[in-house]
């Protein structure tokens, strides 16, 4: 059974600072991997989307890695801001495509101080 | 264009009544997702619909769940009986095809079983 793990759980760093976010599966047979982000009392938003085929994704600010046979993926947020703070999800979906769903970790709560 | 839409937001009921949960993905998506997000487990993935064939019902958490999507578009999640562990945001996610393409989230319904 495929489990994600993220590192750390929570993490605040002041503005400006440039961070990495960890994420790690266990079985490397996945389709792709993707990173959301979620705010307080609301639903996910999709930040990147990485294929297996690919090592990296780049969407602004942030930057997404794949290492899938290590079963590894960062992702990384340049010149933080305020606007940052939220909860980061890394999901995974695996071997059997749409019929698994993504299987998630559990987040690493984000606080940015002005 | 719109996005995915969940209705009801929020849903207070009591312990051992029916409840209908629905999923309205965006326009054009053939598959569709539910998931459930609670305290202590995290995100959850529960059922995927691949246009009209049948879905895998193996991960819904018991007898009580089931679910369905006519026309291939809405989709109804029903608990019957419930039971306060019920309790937990229910998030429907869609997206063009399956394994590659990026799911999309709605806002999620908040169930309270009282």
């Known amino acids: 059974k495929q489990e994600v793990t993220q590192i750390p759980a929570a993490l605040s760093v002041p503005e400006g600072e440039n961070l990495v976010l960890n994420c790690s599966f266990t079985d490397s047979a996945i389709y792709n991997l993707q990173w959301f982000r979620q705010d307080p009392g609301k639903g996910l938003t999709s930040l990147l989307l990485i294929q297996s085929s690919q090592r990296e994704q780049t969407s602004g600010r942030l930057n997404a890695s794949l290492d899938k046979s290590s079963g590894r993926s960062t992702l990384y947020i340049a010149a933080s801001q305020p606007g940052d703070s939220a909860t980061y999800l890394c999901a995974v979906i695996g071997g059997g495509g749409g019929a698994d769903g993504l299987t998630f970790g559990k987040g690493t709560h984000l606080i940015i101080q002005p | 264009g719109a996005g995915v839409s969940q209705s009801p937001s929020n849903k207070v009921t009591e312990k051992g009544k029916d409840v209908e949960l629905r999923c309205d993905p965006i326009?054009?998506?053939?598959?569709l997702y539910w998931y459930r997000q609670s305290l202590g487990q995290g995100l959850e993935f529960l059922i995927y619909f691949q246009g009209n064939s049948a879905p895998d019902k193996s991960g819904l958490p018991s007898d009580r769940f089931s679910a369905e999507r006519t026309g291939g578009s809405v989709s109804t999640l029903t608990i019957q009986r419930t039971q306060q562990e019920d309790s937990a945001v229910y998030l429907c996610?869609?997206?063009?095809?399956?394994?590659?393409?990026?799911?999309?989230f709605g806002p999620g319904t908040r169930l309270t079983v009282l």
């Open positions: 996610a869609s997206s063009l095809g399956t394994s590659v393409n990026t799911q999309y």
């Open positions: 326009s054009g998506h053939t598959a």
